[in-house]
């Protein structure tokens, strides 16, 4: 299967005011496609203990494993978006429910999740089955972790290259505020930047702030056969619904 070579990134930022701190920041998520990595060493000629081609759920189970003081579990929020009109549903045992548009659920970090995009503009009938890695989590002011979840967003392009065989992988990390890039976020979503080919976009990623998550989409299908659900469901782990509280 061909592999789309196309990198970029998305910055998408929220202001949050930092309590404990008491001044105002930017949370800024980043998103970084996929490449080929051509070099395994950082600027710093230190050895990339992870790379963006991975299988996923290594990084985040090896990352909560290296962690030295764990941390109970937590759901983190995330809201999945894409082109007007798609829809999403997170798995539940094998199956899913009727699809969202604009979904936001907590997942657990350290977990990969199986979730379902259909009704797809232009692609009637046909449906994704992307994953959603949760490598790390956010820490926005008590009571309101539901106000800024992370994006999952899902472009046009996205769902085009998967649509045609190849595999589409995303980084999203949480930009850091000291070296941003100074350019205005637009209503409807991240912003894209586009990355060189050759660089490992997980080593983007790690440079530029904190690696919280990556999104995976391709062409696979979910099995017929019960026993191969289990792994291609990544063992179904719990995830809990956010309902938004109606106007």
Not at 116 to 135: A, C, D, H, K, W
Not at 142 to 156: K, Q, V
Not at 171 to 197: H, K, N, R, S, Y
């Amino acid at each position: 299967m061909n592999q789309s070579a196309t990198c970029r990134i998305d910055c998408c930022r929220d202001r949050l005011w930092v309590a404990a701190l008491l001044v105002t920041c930017w949370m800024s998520f980043s998103w970084v496609n996929a490449a080929e990595p051509s070099d395994y060493l950082s600027g710093a000629n230190r050895h990339q203990l992870f790379t963006g081609d991975m299988p996923a759920g290594v990084i985040a189970a090896t990352r909560q494993r290296m962690t030295a003081n764990p941390q109970p579990p937590y759901f983190q929020p995330v809201r999945f978006v894409g082109p007007a009109g798609t829809e999403f549903s997170m798995a539940q045992y094998g199956s899913f429910p009727e699809g969202q548009k604009n979904l936001m659920a907590g997942l657990m970090v350290g977990q990969v999740y199986r979730f379902r995009v259909s009704n797809i503009p232009y692609s009637e009938g046909v449906e994704l089955f992307p994953t959603v890695e949760m490598v790390d989590r956010t820490y926005p002011p008590p009571g309101l972790a539901t106000s800024y979840p992370i994006p999952i967003n899902l472009d046009a392009d996205d769902l085009a290259a998967a649509l045609e065989g190849q595999l589409v992988t995303r980084v999203i990390f949480l930009e850091d505020p000291q070296t941003a890039v100074p350019l205005e976020q637009a209503p409807e979503g991240p912003m894209a930047i586009d990355v060189p080919e050759y660089q490992d976009p997980l080593q983007v990623a790690d440079l530029r702030g904190r690696v919280v998550a990556i999104l995976r989409i391709g062409s696979m299908s979910p099995p017929r056969a019960e026993v191969l659900k289990p792994q291609f469901f990544f063992g179904h782990p719990s995830w809990a619904p956010i309902f938004e509280q109606q106007p």
